[in-house]
């Protein structure tokens, strides 16, 4: 009986020594980092810090930045420093699962009109709202957009908010986890919304002549999109998703296209692994630009085209909630040529990726003290 207990003993110790060596690692408050990569050694310096699960950054100007918490919150960092109180005027937004507070974005000409738009969740569904801010508070608000139907479930929501070099505004909406809505064209789950900076729909959508299509959908087949953006150089409109159990995908967004899920996906079934739909390809489905397998959860994109990072010009930046990475990929014709990792382990889940109007990186990282950095 003491051999048994000793053995016990002996095992439980071994047990704690596997978990704290497979356990993620732990992420200081002032941690400022050197990294080599391929191309260049970064300077990674911590901002700010004591965020609630941020979710977005807009910059105001290269001292003024907005910052979402997916508890509700939008806070303000002034000259580096996160100000006590946040900014008011917003609606009541209650975390649910995946949803909450989610992206912000300044309308093109917020120099002249002060105008914010943000995404959130609201009774089972997607909102986007735009109001004027006034010092610290969002005046005249109004909803310019709800995703419908509304579903029951805190999974899929979304939703990224990108402005073109025309004006139109593009949000993206999640499946909601029930996969057969992105090919239902009558609902908006699992689509790409494209309207006009009022929320009024563009006479140039393309199912505006569909009546099976609603004519504000610019793209569909979708599962998840937690990263867009939009290359002023090629035109390009870029967006991510998360795959299931494998099978994340990048993709130009292309208009009136179907992106294929769940008809077709690189991912399988969680646990069991089974086949999703009818393939990998299908005729008149969209293949991805690029794919991950093993899933990354991606979140968070943007295009390099600031003179500080001479050697990334045109790349895309991905963040990885999953993976805990940012990955860079090289394109060239329109197809991603090379990915490299960076970054691995060494910030946490990195939740969204921004170039400031200073020229610089800046990614957030998604926990309850989640923090803003700064590649230099």
Request: glycine share 10%; net charge neutral.
């Amino acid at each position: 009986m003491q051999m048994t207990s000793q053995l016990k003993y002996l095992f439980t110790l071994i047990c704690s020594a596997s978990t704290l060596l497979v356990a993620p690692p732990i992420v200081a408050d002032n941690n400022n980092l050197t990294v080599t990569t391929e191309k260049r050694e970064l300077k990674v310096s911590q901002i700010a810090s004591g965020l609630d699960h941020p979710w977005s950054i807009a910059f105001i100007s290269s001292s003024d930045w907005l910052v979402t918490e997916r508890s509700g919150q939008l806070r303000r960092i002034t000259d580096g420093k996160l100000q006590d109180q946040p900014i008011s005027g917003l609606p009541k937004i209650k975390q649910t699962g995946q949803g909450g507070l989610l992206d912000v974005v300044l309308h093109p000409d917020f120099s002249n009109n002060q105008l914010v738009y943000l995404s959130y969740t609201m009774k089972g569904g997607t909102e986007v709202l735009r109001g004027k801010l006034t010092g610290n508070k969002l005046e005249n608000t109004e909803v310019i957009f709800s995703a419908l139907p509304k579903m029951r479930g805190g999974r899929h929501f979304g939703s990224r908010l990108v402005f073109d070099n025309q004006g139109f505004l593009f949000i993206s909406l999640g499946d909601r986890g029930k996969k057969e809505t992105s090919q239902q064209t009558i609902n908006h789950p699992g689509s790409i919304i494209r309207l006009n900076d009022d929320g009024s729909i563009p006479n140039t959508n393309p199912f505006v002549s569909d009546s099976t299509v609603l004519p504000e959908i610019y793209s569909y087949g979708h599962r998840n999109i937690q990263g867009m953006t939009f290359d002023p150089a090629t035109n390009i409109l870029w967006a991510h998703e998360h795959g299931p159990k494998g099978g994340d995908e990048l993709n130009q967004v292309l208009a009136g296209k179907n992106y294929g899920w769940p008809v077709i996906t690189y991912g399988v079934n969680y646990v069991l692994s089974t086949k999703i739909g009818e393939g990998t390809e299908k005729p008149g489905m969209v293949q991805p630009t690029t794919y991950w397998d093993p899933s990354i959860a991606p979140s968070g994109l943007a295009v390099v085209d600031s003179e500080k990072y001479a050697e990334w010009q045109g790349n895309l930046l991905v963040g990885a909630l999953k993976f805990q990475l940012l990955a860079r990929l090289e394109l060239a014709d329109g197809k991603v040529i090379h990915e490299e990792r960076i970054l691995k382990g060494e910030l946490g889940r990195i939740r969204d990726v921004r170039q400031g109007p200073d020229g610089f990186i800046y990614l957030l990282t998604d926990s309850s003290n989640g923090s803003v950095y700064r590649l230099e």
